[in-house]
Nanobody, 124 residues
Framework: QVQLVESGGGLVQAGGSLKLSCAAS????????MSWFRQAPGKEREFVAAISRGAGSTYYSDSVKSRFTISRDNAQQTVDLEMNSLQPQDTAVYYCASRRGLGVLSLSREAQFWGQGTLVTVSS
């Protein structure tokens, strides 16, 4: 049974930091590109960060570049998102997603598996 379970969300003040984690099981994790997407209230889901299956490539949306860092541990089957300098506009439900194969996953329609999401709230 495929599972992606996110954790680490919560309430933080503007300028603060949070680290999200996604634990994967039920599929060959090292063969999958992994990504984080987010969906703010009343908005469409948007891409945040991606990492290739071997961690050789990372890719970020312009809105989080230089503030967020994605990483993965294939032995532990986890993917993390370190978020710094958080702003109220970063408030959203953050989702972990995966797609088998090379490259990075930046389009939500290409994702094969999704987690249930974890809520990040940034207060001003």
């Amino acid at each position: 049974q495929v599972q992606l379970v996110e954790s680490g969300g919560g309430l933080v003040q503007a300028g603060g930091s949070l680290k999200l984690s996604c634990a994967a099981s039920g599929f060959s994790f090292s063969m999958y590109a992994m990504s984080w997407f987010r969906q703010a209230p009343g908005k469409e889901r948007e891409f945040v960060a991606a990492i290739s299956r071997g961690a050789g490539s990372t890719y970020y949306s312009d809105s989080v570049k230089s503030r967020f860092t994605i990483s993965r541990d294939n032995a532990q089957q986890t993917v993390d998102l370190e978020m710094n300098s958080l702003q109220p506009q970063d408030t959203a439900v953050y989702y972990c997603a995966s797609r088998r194969g090379l490259g990075v996953l930046s389009l939500s329609r290409e994702a094969q598996f999704w987690g249930q999401g974890t809520l990040v709230t940034v207060s001003s």
